[in-house]
């Protein structure tokens, strides 16, 4: 029996007000979900199961892509919407349970479905329960037709009285159409994060993942493309992510017919679920989008977008971020009122609007073996507490922030001398430690409620608006002290869990407080943390010249207004390296600008460029934030990187054009190399262009023709171009 949810059948045709979106024929049932430019058909088949048709660029009345929707039922369909371990396994199953009585196979059949609409867009639901067991799965499928993105996560509900051990719960999983394929995946590892690398995909299986509860090497997203296709603004790309934040695992299936699987969701190694009577499983989102001619440039734009507008918490997603102070380069741990007062003055004469304390200013924490877990200002460094020194900087005109790194805890501390059993630890193993830290168990309900009670004391008591939270080691020893068996296999799942718990608390509580993620750099950089975060902290690297690769890299997947770059003393006189400040500042300005340098340190000549730099950056960082974003050079290929910003509506520009080091041969004068071709401006019209030294109206036809010649000479020579409707 089907079940309707506002929804109507009509003429074979289903979908009220979703007409467009979701549509349904019968004899067999086809259900076809479209998109502005793409579509998905979901297939019943004559064993009752549910298969998987087209994906890909807009159907039509294209005739079914499905292997065996019309199977004969005593073979039964192996190609599943939703695959499953049971009967014939010929796809990567996304689902993996042991009933009570030690049965490991699945028979699911279809149940029926629903339409509706979550959060302003619609969805369908598919039901399937199991023949014998009462057991149900159902998956969602919500749709943002104008990004041609479709969000999948599947909901499993055990209906009966006895427990179902759950060993795999994966968000979903898609079928691309028969072609040869290459996969771009993001992953490098500190300080040279995000780095883009193209593999064909051959038979078999290849799978990203990870079994931390942080990812240095690798962010859970991906593009593929037909095999042998690189340009960036032109050609077909699927892409996709998963909105969870650690224990991660894309899969990358070519099948026997040479079909490409993708499935991904939660990684279950060293993990399972206990499923008790009448519980729900929810999984994490994972998300698939395709771009039929536009490139990964195409792909990156609608990421972007889908960031912006469906991931990142309201209100700060569509605001400007403030220029931001931090201190750390300037003090490490030695940090006190007087010292941090006289940062704060110069960035206030240079611009700088939000200032934050870094590391060292909470009890005992004068160096790294101390401190963590006692979220309390140090009596010595702040007698009267932090909200002097806030005083002081609101005064200045800046609002102010600190770091924290509730995730970790020193064993010198007050609360490991209260409660050594919140540490992760195993009986009779080595409990190790990383930067002289331990891991506090967060998958803990007293843990997570003792973070949510100091974190909400710290905001209540000082006028903080800003809060970094860092995660920088790894796991090692995984117990949990007193836990079952069972629960202890949760551990990984339930960590996630509450940190994302945490953080929705207290952004409840102080809905005006932005939150940086960072996990030794970019670590934490990805769709789960980003529902609960503001921006991240891409890379530990400040370097300028490292940051090109980093930052072109971060673009393909995630928006400027989510990537903070510093301006730090990192580069100058570092590996005989001279790299001018004017370099620095241009590199960190296309995207979030924040200084990190020892201002104390600096040149009178340095601040006065820094004022220059900053003034500049906030009359245009609305399109840098939130513009659309444009690869014009790839660092990678040569010795030159450029990229553009184009405002919403198109009424101005922002071009950052790099050359890292000069060569004769390899890029000539006058030649091609020295051309930036534009895009996205209005089409038959003029725009002055300015580089700070020359400026000219010129038509935007010449510019996303011929475009603008660009003469950098020297090593560390950079140019930014403005660029406005007239």
Same mark, same amino acid.
């Given at each position: 029996?089907?079940?309707?949810?506002?929804s109507?059948l009509?003429?074979?045709?289903?979908?009220?007000?979703?007409?467009?979106?979701?549509?349904?024929? !019968?004899?067999?049932?086809?259900?076809?979900?479209?998109?502005?430019n793409?579509?998905?058909?979901?297939?019943?088949?004559?064993?009752?199961?549910?298969?998987?048709?087209?994906?890909?660029?807009?159907?039509?009345?294209?005739?079914?892509?499905?292997?065996?929707?019309?199977?004969?039922?005593?073979?039964?369909?192996?190609?599943?919407?939703?695959?499953?371990?049971?009967?014939?396994?010929?796809?990567?199953?996304?689902?993996?349970?042991?009933?009570?009585?030690?049965?490991?196979?699945?028979?699911?059949?279809?149940?029926?479905?629903?339409?509706?609409?979550?959060?302003?867009?619609?969805?369908?639901?598919?039901?399937?329960?199991?023949?014998?067991?009462?057991?149900?799965?159902?998956? %969602?499928?919500?749709? +943002?037709?104008?990004?041609?993105?479709?969000?999948?996560?599947?909901?499993?509900?055990?209906?009966?009285?006895?427990?179902?051990?759950?060993?795999?719960?994966?968000?979903?999983?898609?079928?691309?159409?028969?072609?040869?394929?290459?996969?771009?995946?993001?992953?490098?590892?500190?300080g040279?994060?995000?780095?883009?690398?193209?593999?064909?995909?051959?038979?078999?299986?290849?799978?990203?993942?990870?079994?931390?509860?942080?990812?240095?090497?690798?962010?859970?997203?991906?593009?593929?493309?037909?095999?042998?296709?690189?340009?960036?603004?032109?050609?077909?790309?699927?892409?996709?992510?998963?909105?969870?934040?650690?224990?991660?695992?894309?899969?990358?299936?070519?099948?026997?017919?040479?079909?490409?699987?993708?499935?991904?969701?939660?990684?279950?190694?060293?993990?399972?679920?206990?499923?008790?009577?009448?519980?729900?499983?929810?999984?994490?989102?994972?998300?698939?989008?395709v771009?039929?001619?536009?490139?990964?440039?195409?792909?990156?734009?609608?990421?972007?977008?889908?960031?912006?507008?469906h991931?990142?918490?309201?209100?700060?997603?569509?605001?400007?971020?403030?220029v931001?102070?931090?201190?750390?380069?300037?003090?490490?741990?030695?940090?006190?009122e007087?010292?941090?007062?006289?940062?704060?003055?110069?960035?206030?004469?240079?611009g700088?609007?939000?200032?934050?304390?870094?590391?060292?200013?909470?009890?005992?924490?004068?160096?790294?073996?101390?401190?963590?877990?006692?979220?309390?200002?140090?009596?010595?460094?702040?007698?009267?507490?932090?909200?002097?020194?806030?005083?002081?900087?609101?005064?200045?005109?800046?609002?102010?922030?600190?770091?924290? !790194?509730?995730?970790?805890?020193?064993?010198?501390?007050?609360?490991?001398?209260?409660?050594?059993?919140?540490?992760?630890?195993?009986?009779?193993?080595?409990?190790?430690e990383?930067?002289?830290?331990?891991?506090?168990?967060?998958?803990r309900?007293?843990?997570?409620?003792?973070?949510?009670?100091?974190?909400?004391?710290?905001?209540?008591?000082?006028d +903080?608006?800003?809060?970094?939270?860092?995660?920088?080691?790894?796991?090692s020893?995984?117990?949990?002290?007193?836990?079952?068996?069972?629960? !202890?296999?949760?551990?990984?799942?339930? %960590?996630?869990?509450?940190?994302?718990?945490?953080?929705?608390v207290?952004?409840?509580?102080?809905?005006?407080?932005?939150?940086?993620?960072?996990?030794?750099?970019?670590?934490?950089?990805?769709?789960?943390?980003?529902?609960?975060?503001?921006?991240t902290?891409?890379?530990?690297?400040?370097n300028?010249?490292?940051?090109?690769?980093?930052?072109?890299?971060?673009?393909?997947?995630?928006?400027?207004?989510?990537?903070?770059?510093?301006?730090?003393?990192?580069?100058?006189?570092?590996?005989?390296?001279?790299?001018?400040?004017?370099?620095?500042?241009?590199?960190?300005?296309?995207?979030?600008?924040?200084?990190?340098?020892?201002?104390?340190?600096?040149e009178?000549?340095?601040?006065?460029?820094?004022?220059?730099?900053?003034?500049?950056?906030?009359?245009?960082?609305?399109?840098?934030?939130?513009?659309?974003?444009?690869?014009?050079?790839?660092?990678?290929?040569?010795?030159?990187?450029a990229?553009?910003?184009?405002?919403?509506?198109?009424?101005?520009?922002?071009?950052?054009?790099?050359?890292? %080091? !000069?060569?004769?041969?390899?890029?000539?004068?006058?030649?091609?190399?020295?051309?930036?071709v534009?895009?996205?401006?209005?089409?038959?019209?003029?725009?002055?262009?300015?580089?700070?030294?020359?400026?000219?109206?010129?038509?935007?036809?010449?510019?996303?023709?011929?475009?603008?010649?660009?003469?950098?000479?020297?090593?560390?020579a950079?140019?930014m171009?403005?660029?406005?409707?007239?």
């Amino acid at each position: 029996m089907k079940k309707l949810f506002v929804s109507i059948l009509f003429s074979g045709l289903l979908i009220s007000c979703y007409a467009q979106v979701i549509k349904v024929s !019968e004899n067999p049932v086809r259900w076809t979900i479209s998109s502005e430019n793409a579509s998905y058909q979901v297939i019943l088949t004559r064993d009752s199961n549910l298969t998987t048709g087209y994906y890909g660029p807009l159907s039509g009345e294209r005739t079914f892509e499905a292997d065996d929707w019309n199977a004969d039922p005593r073979f039964g369909t192996s190609i599943r919407e939703i695959p499953y371990r049971g009967g014939y396994v010929f796809m990567e199953p996304t689902i993996e349970v042991i009933f009570a009585d030690g049965n490991r196979e699945l028979e699911l059949v279809y149940d029926g479905y629903e339409t509706g609409e979550l959060d302003g867009y619609p969805y369908i639901r598919f039901d399937m329960k199991d023949i014998y067991y009462p057991f149900t799965v159902s998956e %969602y499928i919500r749709v +943002i037709p104008e990004l041609d993105i479709m969000e999948k996560w599947l909901v499993l509900k055990n209906n009966s009285k006895k427990d179902i051990k759950v060993e795999r719960a994966y968000s979903g999983s898609f079928r691309l159409p028969a072609d040869e394929y290459d996969l771009i995946q993001f992953s490098g590892n500190w300080g040279r994060e995000f780095i883009p690398r193209q593999s064909l995909l051959t038979p078999g299986i290849k799978s990203v993942f990870n079994r931390d509860a942080k990812s240095i090497q690798h962010t859970p997203a991906y593009m593929i493309r037909p095999h042998g296709e690189s340009d960036e603004f032109n050609g077909k790309v699927y892409f996709g992510g998963l909105q969870w934040t650690g224990n991660f695992k894309l899969d990358f299936v070519i099948e026997n017919n040479e079909r490409l699987q993708v499935a991904g969701g939660i990684n279950y190694w060293d993990s399972h679920w206990i499923l008790n009577k009448d519980e729900e499983f929810i999984t994490p989102k994972i998300i698939s989008g395709v771009v039929e001619d536009g490139g990964t440039n195409g792909a990156s734009q609608l990421l972007h977008q889908y960031v912006r507008n469906h991931i990142l918490p309201k209100p700060h997603n569509l605001t400007s971020k403030p220029v931001l102070y931090n201190s750390w380069y300037a003090t490490h741990f030695d940090v006190n009122e007087e010292g941090q007062v006289a940062l704060a003055k110069i960035a206030q004469e240079i611009g700088v609007e939000l200032f934050v304390i870094d590391d060292g200013w909470f009890e005992g924490r004068n160096d790294s073996r101390g401190g963590l877990g006692d979220w309390y200002p140090d009596a010595k460094k702040f007698p009267n507490g932090l909200q002097p020194l806030i005083s002081k900087v609101k005064e200045l005109g800046m609002d102010f922030g600190v770091w924290v !790194e509730p995730e970790m805890i020193n064993a010198s501390t007050n609360l490991y001398k209260e409660h050594p059993e919140w540490v992760l630890q195993t009986p009779h193993r080595t409990t190790h430690e990383g930067r002289n830290q331990l891991v506090l168990n967060m998958a803990r309900e007293d843990v997570k409620q003792y973070t949510i009670e100091w974190l909400d004391k710290l905001l209540s008591e000082n006028d +903080i608006k800003f809060i970094k939270w860092d995660m920088n080691r790894n796991w090692s020893e995984t117990g949990w002290v007193g836990a079952s068996p069972d629960k !202890e296999r949760e551990l990984r799942i339930r %960590y996630i869990r509450n940190i994302y718990e945490i953080l929705g608390v207290i952004r409840e509580k102080h809905p005006d407080v932005q939150f940086e993620a960072c996990s030794s750099g970019g670590g934490r950089v990805d769709l789960g943390i980003l529902r609960y975060t503001d921006q991240t902290w891409p890379s530990d690297n400040t370097n300028p010249e490292d940051r090109l690769y980093i930052q072109y890299g971060y673009s393909h997947l995630y928006p400027t207004n989510t990537m903070l770059n510093w301006v730090t003393d990192w580069g100058y006189g570092d590996h005989q390296k001279n790299i001018p400040l004017s370099f620095r500042f241009h590199s960190a300005m296309a995207a979030t600008l924040g200084i990190g340098g020892n201002l104390t340190a600096w040149e009178q000549e340095d601040k006065v460029i820094a004022k220059e730099m900053i003034s500049l950056y906030k009359k245009f960082r609305n399109t840098i934030q939130q513009g659309k974003y444009y690869r014009l050079k790839n660092p990678f290929e040569e010795t030159r990187s450029a990229v553009q910003f184009v405002s919403q509506d198109r009424s101005e520009s922002v071009v950052f054009a790099f050359q890292v %080091y !000069e060569t004769i041969a390899g890029v000539p004068y006058n030649s091609v190399n020295n051309r930036l071709v534009l895009h996205g401006l209005e089409e038959d019209a003029s725009y002055a262009v300015s580089d700070g030294e020359e400026k000219f109206v010129i038509s935007s036809k010449v510019l996303m023709s011929s475009g603008i010649t660009v003469n950098l000479k020297g090593n560390y020579a950079s140019k930014m171009f403005t660029i406005t409707k007239q």
